[in-house]
């Protein structure tokens, strides 16, 4: 069988007030005209198909349309809530995708495991079973564990442990021969390296699990949460599909894709990538001003580091010469180290306005204007 692993789409995401909804529409175009050509018996969508818990009604449509599109391939399409997701909200729109022959799962629900479990079979009679388990926080990850009737939590245990526990009754049934055995989870895996652009409590090693949570027996693990496509070492063949749109500029090195596996219940997971390239690409560029007013401004959104005093109206002088800039920042190099420049000012007996000017002199930030405007709202709101 075939499959087309991808996860990480967060639709909806606005990047330093620019919103990336035409950049969404045209990645998640390519990546149905990827499944078209392709032709694979399953999509599996690994979590965080929203940027927020609140998606708009424009990203509401959007997700909707490219999980229908892709499932009129001719592919079985299973899609999972990711830690962005609203998993509730997104179980609410199950019996939309019933109806559409879409399999959701947003959350561990109240149910029997089995709920979590797809078992389908592919065109030419390739049987597999999915293990589809949705983000789940550390609260839930217990509540999963007692649910399940597994052993009971202690407050000693891990969030692997319950992890773990979880994927074992998920897994029971990978021991049957002639059937390709699957995982898809939303979770950080020790050894993985983030994309630059993850949620940090949620990737934080209190989060992290090993990867022997997974079966010896499953023939491929289908990971989102990760944002950087990889491979993670493990007792089976284990791999983040990484993101089709650069989130934000600490990604701007990734190579954004999604990733094709070929299986059978006798052969072992063939994998490639085939790359994405429809976003907008984020770049960032450092230079003073005369030397910004030299560059060539390379395509993309920008980040730009200025080798300049900070001032007041420097960043919309930035910006007349860059105007695609998005985050203009002086560059760390030159932001003194905290307790450097003037003695930390005390604050007994001295006014706002005096120890705002000693903060700005301690930052290295001398510039009357910008004294002037404090002094005047604060005058304006101690009246």
């Given at each position: ?291 910004l007013a030299e560059l060539e ?68 930030h001398d510039d009357d204007g ?14």
């Amino acid at each position: 069988m075939k499959i087309l692993h991808t996860s990480d789409w967060h639709v909806g995401k606005v990047l330093k007030g620019q919103s990336r909804a035409e950049e969404h529409k045209q990645v998640l175009a390519q990546v149905i005209e990827i499944a078209r050509q392709e032709r694979p018996d399953l999509v599996v969508v690994a979590g965080d198909l929203y940027d927020t818990g609140s998606p708009t009604p424009e990203a509401t449509r959007l997700v909707t349309r490219a999980l229908t599109a892709l499932r009129r391939t001719g592919a079985d399409v299973v899609a999972i809530g990711g830690n962005h997701d609203n998993g509730p909200a997104l179980d609410a729109l199950r019996p939309w995708a019933e109806a559409a022959g879409i399999v959701l799962r947003g959350s561990v629900r109240d149910t029997n495991p089995a709920d979590l479990v797809i078992d389908g079979t592919t065109r030419d009679g390739e049987r597999w079973q999915l293990a589809a388990l949705p983000f789940l926080s550390h609260r839930y990850a217990v509540r999963a564990v007692e649910m399940y009737e597994l052993t009971a939590a202690e407050a000693t245990q891990t969030y692997a442990d319950h992890l773990g526990r979880v994927l074992a009754r998920l897994t029971e049934g990978f021991a049957e021969p002639d059937r390709v055995h699957l995982v898809t989870a939303h979770l950080t895996v020790v050894g993985a390296s983030t994309g630059g652009g993850e949620r940090d409590a949620h990737t934080i090693m209190g989060y992290a699990v090993p990867a022997t949570v997974f079966p010896g027996t499953a023939h491929y693990v289908a990971l989102g949460h990760l944002h950087r496509a990889q491979r993670v070492d493990g007792p089976c063949p284990v791999r983040y599909s990484g993101s089709p749109i650069a989130i934000d500029f600490g990604e701007q090195e990734n190579v954004c894709s999604v990733t094709l596996v070929e299986v059978s219940a006798r052969t072992a997971a063939q994998v490639r990538e085939v790359p994405v390239s429809a976003a907008v690409p984020l770049r960032t560029v450092r230079g003073t001003l005369a030397q910004l007013a030299e560059l060539e401004p390379p395509e993309g959104w920008l980040r730009v580091f200025v080798r300049e005093q900070p001032r007041a109206g420097l960043r919309e002088e930035v910006q007349d010469l860059l105007p695609r800039a998005l985050e203009i920042r002086i560059d760390p190099e030159l932001v003194p180290a905290p307790g450097g420049g003037a003695r930390t000012a005390q604050r007994a007996g001295r006014s706002p306005q005096q120890l705002f000017a000693d903060y700005l002199a301690g930052r290295g930030h001398d510039d009357d204007g910008v004294r002037e405007l404090f002094d005047e709202l604060f005058e304006e709101v101690d009246r």
